[in-house]
């Protein structure tokens, strides 16, 4: 539903029912105004092959109201702030994934909007990229002064991009708030390994109504009520004959927050 969302903040789609407004100005009503001052970066590629970017960008300038000129200078200054000025006269169906992601941030900045809709921004790309683009972004809403939207299921980039956070299930808000308030735990976190039978420690953990949420190592993550402690824990490891080799206290990450989101729906 995220996209779908996006979609229809832009006019793109029209709602069941409800009204929805941005920026003041309903979609129902006012749509081309809408997008005159919003710039909107799709999770498809949506270029024009057989264009240069500069080309490109400049004719979504235009698209978005700008006279020639004023699109064409602004789309060599934009190409030129996500780091595609070297290749600004290349034609975009030679550009690589990293590439293309690039561009369209560019074009939905091209006409200087007042909000930003990002759908997935670090979409396909590798680390290095990834982080790029990622700080392009920081850079846009902390020191370009651009409110902006960032729809991803990546919650690590939601988190160091984002202050507040709305969470989505199926169509329907089941969180929302400020991320340091979300992420202030109802308990305990602790992260563990243990020597031994993993899925029957992870059962009775579970029968005990404790929260375990496995991580990229052999570390899981394991989210307890208050009242709830580590002796808990070596107890649990014990009455399956299991070993805990390793526990931390942890702090509670955005992920935590989604899953806690989750499985109360």
Known sequence: GKSTMLKALLGLIKPDNGRITVLGLDVAVAPLDIRARVGYMPENDAQIPGMTAVSFVAYCGELSGLPAADAMQRAHEVLYYVGLGEARYRNVETYSTGMKQRIKLAQALVH???????????????????????????????????????????????????????????????????????????????????????????????????????????????LMPPGAGAGQLFASAAHVGAQVRHLKQSVPTLEDVFAQAMGEE
Do not use: W, Y
């Not at 902390?142 to 299921?153: A, M, R, V």
């Not at 400020?178 to 579970?206: N, Q, T």
């Open 112 to 222: 200087d909007p007042d909000l930003l809709l990002l759908d997935e921004p670090t979409n396909g790309m590798d680390p290095k990229g990834r982080e790029d683009m990622l700080a392009l972004v920081r850079d846009v809403a902390h020191n370009k002064k651009i409110s902006l939207i960032l729809s991803s299921h990546v919650m690590p980039d939601v988190e160091s991009v984002c202050g507040e956070v709305v969470v989505m299930n199926r169509g329907q808000v089941v969180m929302h708030g400020p991320i340091d308030s979300l992420k202030k735990p109802a308990g305990h976190i602790f992260e563990v390994r243990v020597k031994g039978d993993r899925e029957a420690f992870v059962e009775r953990l579970r029968m005990q109504a404790f929260e375990c949420r496995e991580t990229d190592a052999d570390v899981f993550r394991v």
